[in-house]
């Protein structure tokens, strides 16, 4: 069970918008930011967007990353089949037994 | 170019421990701004964050798992490395090594490697 709560799984066709919700608590997204990973198949996850709507350089800006309280998204504009894989949100955790970096489930992103 | 690169054994018997070591190249690890972490993914599953090295040595790990870990450094190899003491099947895992910029995001990964917890 991930501390981060996404949807396990997202679709859409070339072209469209889609977006991805990420739910936390008080003590992760709500005080922390929050980062989306991108991780194709058989590879590490790749960085899209950290301080909840930053993106580094080479990330192009179809991505992008918002915060709300305790639950961000990540919206993703003109699907392209490459853009297909699994999305995963992270935040630092300021546990009771410790500060931890936690992710979510991941979402898998199927472009029909 | 920054890159790590995982290495290690890949076939671990329960109650061992499993070590690991991640080389970086195209950068120093002694630079200051960094901390460098271990990150595992279960075959089918998602990430969890194991902990995190300092370039001064100074350590920091996931309390799940704190009892069982300890991250090394050797900057005259510019790697640092991965125990997992008392391994049982649940540890098996794709095992990344990553840079953090002190920000809580990793923005290099090695490519991963492959640990099996079995007799």
């Known amino acids: 069970q991930s501390v981060l709560t996404q949807p396990p799984s997202a679709s859409g066709t070339p072209g469209q918008r889609v977006t991805i919700s990420c739910s936390g608590s008080?003590?992760?997204?709500?005080?922390?930011?929050v980062y989306w990973y991108q991780q194709l198949p058989g590879t590490a996850p790749k960085l899209l967007i950290y301080?909840?709507?930053q993106r580094p350089s080479g990330v192009p800006d179809r991505f992008s990353g918002s915060k709300s309280g305790t639950s961000a998204s990540l919206a993703i504009s003109g699907l392209r089949s490459e853009d297909e894989a699994d999305y995963y949100c992270?935040?630092?955790?300021?546990?009771?037994?410790?500060?931890?970096?936690?992710f979510g489930g991941g979402t898998k992103l199927t472009v029909l | 170019q920054l890159q790590l690169q995982e290495s290690g054994s890949g076939l671990v018997k329960p109650s061992q421990t499993l070590s690991l070591t991640c080389a970086v190249s195209?950068?120093?690890?002694?630079?200051?701004?960094?901390?460098w972490s271990w990150i595992r993914q279960p075959p089918g599953k998602g990430l969890e964050w194991i902990g995190y090295?300092?370039?001064?040595?100074?350590?920091y790990y996931n309390p799940s798992l704190k009892s069982r870990v300890t991250i090394s450094v050797d900057r005259s190899k510019n790697q640092f490395s991965l125990k997992l003491s008392s391994v049982t099947a649940a540890d098996t895992a794709v095992y990344y090594c990553?840079?953090?910029?002190?920000?809580?995001?990793?923005?290099?990964w090695g490519q991963g490697t492959l640990v099996t917890v079995s007799s």
């Open positions: 990553a840079r953090e910029p002190r920000e809580g995001y990793f923005d290099y």
């Open positions: 195209g950068g120093s690890i002694s630079s200051g701004g960094y901390s």
């Open positions: 090295i300092y370039h001064s040595g100074s350590t």
């Open positions: 008080s003590s992760n997204i709500g005080s922390n930011y």
């Open positions: 301080r909840n709507n």
């Open positions: 992270a935040a630092w955790d300021d546990s009771l037994s410790g500060p931890r970096v936690v």
